[in-house]
Each structure stands twice: as structure tokens, then as C-alpha cells.
């Protein structure tokens, strides 16, 4: 080899370290950065006609397991739908009191049942009397609680959807600019690791949001579709919207695609809202909540045709004395399904301004009521003000037979309660299996920065294996100058 060929290969040694050195110290410096895969330079012979000329830098490489990523994905869609329903059902448990021993609709039920079986073992006691109409206001009081605290709920969870299907559209965005800067960089012979570690990252956010599949283009670019094969970005991104009622999802022309969506917060979300009377955990729970919690104070309200002895059967048809309330110790309006508004549901505004009395007569047969296990009340299909007796309760998401009153509200409180710790248990799983392929990925993508320090040192070798060959090149050019001159 000439001296020439030498120092062109040593020159080509040197600027190969030098970038290969820049490559690993990038690496270092992002060591701990989230989603940053380990890079590496790809090198090419560089040949002059039969003879090797040294190598050049042709492009740079980064660590990738796309079945691990998609693995990954598929976990934090998970996490997410389930972290979303487990924060929703925790403020569920809160607004029912549930975890207090026992939760207060229980305990203002068993006060104001009590109150009556004390009233109707001493039918004179004027306190007695009063304390009947106050635990009858701690228990109204009670069901209003509930029930703003669950239209507030709606209301968040609704902006929360709003919220979230913003994000799913900033990050559908985010991946079609990606993915055009990616194709630019090929054309133009430009790194494009870093741009599709950050799409990489894009496409894990759109994940918290719902389910998603990547598929490879030619290009460089990636199309992102939903589980039921929906378009999320293919050349461009989708754009949704949520709907006027704020309980589901549309597409960019305005159709509903809520289904479509699976997994992930927006799901979760969704279901929530949702209107179906579902068994399902953590479907339609405001629907549920609102259904159910009517129907139990329909039990204090309604009278039936066949005066069965329901609470204000029983009330309505005893004897009235001179002060005494003759009918509705409970008022409520009632809406067109037959069933009370909860936020008006009161004792009657007479009895709590002591205008009149509870009756004496009915706190014998009230006392009987509580104990029935054949009252539950429900409205007549088709006549929304009329109901009928049997021993079936029937809400949305509840049926429970043969119970007596404070067994129906037992029922209600352990059947959101059961849910709730369900959905809890499967939250826990869902993070550590996240946590699990996070850190997997992480330790085959990412920086090794003992394996970075051994590619250092090796990279160093070669730097001063080349700088020691141009300076013996120099010396040996300097000494042919000498014995020529």
C-alpha cells in the first residue's frame, strides 16, 4: 500500500472514531432518559479500484424489539383502562361512604327505622315524634348528598373525556409530522434514530388512550389502526370529537366511535358514561348509581293501587288525628319515567317545620313494613306513575329478591363496593405487568453504560491506532524531504 493509501485509511479511522466516540457519548448523557434506545454507526468499506480504501460512516442504527414495544403498548392500554376506572370507582366508594362501618345511607336507614319502632312502643313521646322526622331528614339528606355528588361526578368524568380525546389528538398529530420529517431525513441521507425513538414515545402516549397497531411502511413511516381496524393515522392523523350529550366519541364526520376505541383511558371513560344497563364492572355506573338509588327512594314515595303495605301505604292509609300529616311523610318530584328527582327527594316540608306530626297510628304498621321482605317497589311498564309490589328489586344493574329495606340498600352499597375492590386487584396487575415490559424494553433497548465504556475505550484504541499511523506518515515524509534536500 502507498503511503497515500495508508494515510487515507487512517484518516477515515480517525473520523470514524471521532463520530463513533459522539454516538457513545450521547448515549451516556441519555442514559436515564425515558423511551432513548441505544445508538450505534453503521461503517462501509471504501474501496479504490481492487484495493480497500479505508471505511466511511453509511448511517446510524438504534436497538429495537418491535414485539416487545407492541407488548408494551398493549400493557399501558390496559394500565391505563384500568387505572381510569379504579380512580372513577374510588370516587364512587367515597360518594356512598362505602368504606365506613356502616357506610351512612345504612346507618340514617337503621336511625329512621328505629325511630319507628321506638315511636310505636311510646306513641305519646313527643320526642320520639321529633326524632322520627329528623332521622327522616338525616336520611333525605343523605339520598340529596348522593345525588349531587353523582351529577358532579358525571360532570368531571365528561371533561375528563373531553381532556383525553384532545390528547389523542395531539399525539395522532404528533406522529403524522414524525413520521413526514422521518421520510424528508431518508430522502436527504439524515440520521433519523432520534425521530422515531420520539415516535416510538408518540405512539406509547396514544396507547394510555386507547389500543393501538403499528404497521411498517416502505418509506420509514408507520400506520397507527385501532384493535377493530379503524384508521388512527395512515398518512394523515384522525381527528375526533366527543359528542353534545359528552358521554361518547365521533369521528371526523361525525359518527359515533366509541366502539371502535378499545382500551385505554377513552374506553374506561366511555363505558363509564355509558347508558346501558350493564352487570359489567365499571359499565354505566352513573346509570347504575342514579337507577338504582331512585328506585330505593321510591320506596319511601310510592303507593300502589292495592295498598300493600309499602312505606307510604302504610303512612297514607292510617288514621289521621287533628295535626297530624295525613299523607307523604317523603315528597319528591317525579319525573316521566315514574321515578323521583333524588336532588328533591325531603321530608314533607309541614313535618320539618313542625306545622303537623307524624301520624301515631301508622308507627305500628311502618314498623311492620321495614321488616317485609315482599315490598319492593317498581314502576308499571308503560304507566310511569304507576307501580306494583313484588319481591324483586329492579334497578339498572340490580337485582336482588326477597330483601327487606335496609337489605335493598345493602345490596346497592355492596354491589358498587364489590366492584370497585374488583376493579382495584386487576389495577394492581395491570401496573406491574406495565411496570414489567417498561423495564424489559428498557434493558434490551436501551443504554448499557458499562457495555458504552468498553465501546469507548475500544473506539479510543482505534483513534490512536490511526493518529499513530499519520504521525509515523509524517515522520516518514519528513525524512525522505531531509534526504532529498
Avoid: C
Avoid at 205 to 218: E, H, P
Avoid at 243 to 256: F, R, T
Avoid at 327 to 336: D, V
Avoid at 375 to 402: D, K, R
Amino acid at each position: 500500500m502507498s503511503l497515500s493509501g495508508a494515510l487515507t485509511v487512517a484518516l477515515s479511522g480517525l473520523q470514524t472514531s471521532t463520530t463513533a466516540a459522539q454516538v457513545i457519548s450521547g448515549n451516556i448523557s441519555n442514559s436515564q432518559t425515558q423511551g432513548y434506545t441505544a445508538k450505534t454507526i453503521n461503517l462501509e468499506a471504501v474501496t479504490s479500484g481492487s484495493s480497500t480504501g479505508g471505511v466511511e460512516l453509511s448511517g446510524y442504527s438504534r436497538v429495537t424489539n418491535n414485539i416487545l414495544s407492541a407488548t408494551l403498548n398493549n400493557a399501558t392500554s390496559n394500565a391505563s383502562f384500568l387505572s381510569t376506572q379504579n380512580g372513577y370507582m374510588t370516587q364512587v366508594q367515597s360518594i356512598l361512604n362505602s368504606t365506613n362501618n356502616p357506610p351512612v345511607l345504612s346507618s340514617d336507614l337503621s336511625n329512621f327505622q328505629a325511630a319507628w319502632t321506638q315511636y310505636a312502643a311510646s306513641p305519646s313521646d313527643v320526642t320520639l315524634e321529633k326524632t322520627v322526622v329528623s332521622t327522616g331528614q338525616a336520611l333525605a339528606s343523605t339520598i340529596n348528598s348522593i345525588a349531587v355528588q353523582t351529577t358532579s361526578l358525571q360532570t368531571n368524568v365528561q371533561n375528563d373525556l373531553s381532556t383525553a380525546v384532545q390528547s389523542l389528538n395531539t399525539a395522532l398529530a404528533e406522529v403524522q409530522t414524525l413520521n413526514t420529517e422521518i421520510t424528508s431525513a431518508r430522502v436527504n441521507k439524515q440520521p433519523t434514530v432520534n425521530l422515531e425513538d420520539l415516535r416510538d414515545q408518540a405512539i406509547n402516549t396514544i396507547s394510555q388512550y386507547t389500543n393501538v397497531t403499528v404497521m411498517q411502511r416502505s418509506n420509514g413511516q408507520v400506520a397507527l389502526y385501532t384493535s377493530s381496524g379503524a384508521a388512527l393515522v395512515d398518512g394523515l392523523a384522525q381527528t375526533f370529537s366527543v359528542s353534545v350529550d359528552g358521554n361518547s366519541i365521533l369521528n371526523a364526520v361525525g359518527a359515533d366511535a366509541s366502539s371502535s376505541l378499545t382500551g385505554g383511558k377513552l374506553q374506561a371513560t366511555t363505558d363509564f358514561l355509558s347508558s346501558a344497563a350493564s352487570t359489567s364492572n365499571g359499565v354505566g355506573v352513573i346509570t347504575k348509581l342514579q337507577s338504582q338509588l331512585q328506585n330505593f327512594a321510591n320506596l319511601f314515595l310510592a303507593t300502589t293501587a292495592t295498598n300493600s303495605g309499602s312505606f307510604a301505604d302504610t303512612y297514607n292509609s292510617a288514621a289521621t288525628k287533628t295535626g297530624e300529616q295525613g299523607n307523604s311523610f317523603f315528597t319528591a318530584s317525579i319525573n316521566a319515567d315514574g321515578l323521583p328527582d333524588m336532588t328533591t327527594f325531603s321530608v314533607n316540608s309541614s313535618l320539618a317545620n313542625g306545622t303537623t306530626t307524624a301520624k301515631t297510628a301508622a308507627a305500628s304498621g311502618i314498623n311492620n313494613a321495614f321488616s317485609a321482605t315482599n315490598l319492593a317497589i317498581t314502576v308499571v311498564p308503560g304507566s310511569p306513575i304507576t307501580y306494583t309490589t313484588s319481591s324483586t328489586f329492579l334497578a339498572a344493574g340490580l337485582t336482588t329478591q326477597h330483601q327487606t329495606y335496609a337489605g335493598i340498600a345493602t345490596a346497592i352499597l355492596s354491589g358498587f363496593q364489590q366492584a370497585a375492590n374488583a376493579i382495584q386487584t386487576q389495577n394492581t396487575t395491570a401496573a406491574a405487568q406495565k411496570t414489567y415490559y417498561q423495564s424489559s424494553l428498557s434493558s434490551q433497548t436501551g443504554v448499557n453504560t458499562d457495555t458504552e465504556l468498553v465501546n469507548l475505550t475500544n473506539w479510543e484504541n482505534s483513534y490512536a491506532a490511526s493518529a499513530h499511523v499519520i504521525s509515523t506518515i509524517q515522520t516518514m515524509m519528513k525524512t525522505l524531504e531531509n534526504m532529498v534536500g
